[in-house]
């Protein structure tokens, strides 16, 4: 029978052919023992060759292939219920991360039990992987480079799916008003800016900025 792992590690994909190897790969070269963490990657029918990408690492990874498109809010959710792991993180696709990640903040977490969440500072790369600047993950909050306890994560009820952009910021919030997220003020996680950002198309951005503001009377 396999050991149950104790972290669980989410990476959602669409369209991400170039930089997904370069993320996998950086989760799979963790210093944390091999057997204690798993990697869900999850294709949310992509157009491109995401597919064939993930396939290369399909003997280490436990792959999830979305028939049709879910969003990314609806592929996070399904990944997260065949997570098996206590500790639950996201990196993204376009993403990656230092070798002693999951470490840290797996070690900050079992070491404080009473705390709930547990989130890296990171630095913001362009499309070369050039560091642009560092960023404090409490002041300049982001969806990934947060590791959570499962339990208190299906608690809230996952990601509203309704949100295709701003679905972290929902679920943080929601996520606050119960639990507390603490920093570890190490940058650990590499988020990368780049054309292709969701978060760049500002007219989407700013509708659903508003419903966030509707929904949680901001």
């Given at each position: 029978m396999s050991q149950i792992p104790q972290i669980s590690v989410i990476i959602p994909a669409f369209n991400e052919e170039i930089h997904i190897g370069r993320a996998i790969r950086s989760v799979l070269g963790q210093t944390v023992d091999e057997k204690e963490f798993e990697v869900i990657v999850i294709n949310d029918a992509s157009t491109d060759r995401t597919a064939y990408a993930m396939e290369l690492f399909s003997d280490q990874i436990v792959i999830i292939q979305n028939d049709k498109q879910l969003g990314l809010p609806g592929s996070l959710n399904k990944a997260i219920k065949k997570a098996r792991g206590k500790y639950i993180v996201r990196v993204d696709a376009d993403d990656y991360v230092q070798a002693d990640y999951l470490y840290i903040l797996r070690q900050f977490l079992e070491f404080n039990t009473d705390m709930d969440a547990v989130a890296c500072d990171y630095f913001m790369i362009d499309s070369m992987e050039n560091v642009l600047e560092r960023k404090n993950c409490m002041t300049d909050p982001i969806g990934c480079g947060i590791m959570f306890r499962a339990d208190h994560l299906i608690a809230i009820g996952l990601y509203d799916d309704e949100f295709h952009?701003?679905?972290?910021?929902?679920?943080?919030?929601?996520?606050?008003?119960?639990?507390?997220?603490?920093?570890?003020?190490?940058?650990?996680?590499?988020?990368?800016?780049?054309?292709?950002?969701?978060?760049?198309?500002?007219?989407?951005?700013?509708?659903?900025?508003?419903?966030?503001?509707?929904?949680?009377a901001l």
């Open positions: 952009i701003h679905e972290d910021q929902d679920l943080r919030y929601r996520f606050e008003q119960k639990y507390t997220i603490h920093r570890v003020q190490l940058p650990l996680y590499r988020y990368r800016q780049h054309d292709g950002n969701m978060t760049k198309d500002q007219d989407k951005a700013g509708i659903f900025e508003a419903k966030l503001s509707d929904k949680h």
